[in-house]
Structures are given as C-alpha cells and as structure tokens.
C-alpha cells in the first residue's frame, strides 16, 4: 500500500494534468487559492507537499469534484479509504486529534479500526469510502 505522501505526489500531478485540461494558467488558480505563485509552483511539481486539509478548496479553485483529483485508476479500494478518512481526519481540530493520539486507548482504537476498514470485502470497504466522503 502506497504512503500517504506518494498518494500526494500523485495528486500534484493530477492537479496539473487538471488545469491543463480546464484551460486554466497557474495565475487563475493561485490567485483563486490565495497562494504566492512560488507555493503554488512547488505545489504543482511536488517540491511542496499537498496537504488533506487544502484537497476542498484546490478542487474548488479547479472547478472540479475532489474526487477527482485522485487517479482513481490507480488506487486500491484500501487506498480510497485511507484517502477519505484523511480528508476527514483533516476536519478534525488538531488539539483533538492529538490527544486521541497520545493516549495509547486511541492509538489501539484507531488501529483497530484502519485494520478493520482494510479487512472488509470490497464492496464493503467501497460503501465505507462513500460514507467517509460524504460525512
């Protein structure tokens, strides 16, 4: 299973291919997005790290469903899940989720739960990327 940071390699890349096909320049969609044309640049190649919490408003600046910006060909039903649960995560305050994570009960809950996620069978797991998506 891939890293979340290879998946986000990914997705810099499906940014660009996405602008590109909107007919958009770099201008239109850092100016939309608020990002010095440097950050965004570094972003688009993959110098800089995209980050969960920036996948809504990257789709919006783009016109695109966040769907979309992950190949969905290439990523595994596992890969889709751990997608949408950080997109979800994402939503989460940080304060909460740290303290979730330091406390070794929520480390072993969490645990139990990405393995149980990872288990399902496939159309299971694909009803659960639904929901984690769609709140």
């Known amino acids: 299973m891939p890293y979340i940071s290879d998946i986000m390699d990914k997705i810099a890349k499906r940014i660009r291919e996405i602008r590109i096909k909107q007919g958009l320049k770099s201008k239109d969609v850092y100016d ?10 570094a972003m688009e190649l993959g110098d800089r790290k995209v980050r969960a919490d920036e996948l ?7 016109g695109v469903d966040i769907a979309e ?6 990523l595994s039903a596992s890969d889709r899940v751990f997608n949408a649960l950080g997109v979800r995560l994402s939503e989460i305050d940080a304060q909460t989720l740290e ?3 330091k406390t070794e009960d929520g480390r072993v ?6 393995a149980g996620i ?3 069978p496939e159309e299971k797991r694909q009803a659960f990327v639904l929901l984690a998506k769609n709140g």
Not at 32 to 41: A, C, E, F, K, Q
Not at 56 to 62: D, Q, V
């Open 32 to 41: 939309r997005l608020g990002l010095l044309p440097s950050t965004y640049s």
């Open 109 to 114: 809950q969490l645990a139990e739960l990405l």
């Open 99 to 101: 303290k979730v994570c």
């Open 69 to 74: 910006l992950y190949d969905q060909e290439q």
């Open 118 to 120: 990872v288990s399902m």
């Open 56 to 62: 809504p408003a990257i789709a919006k600046a783009l």
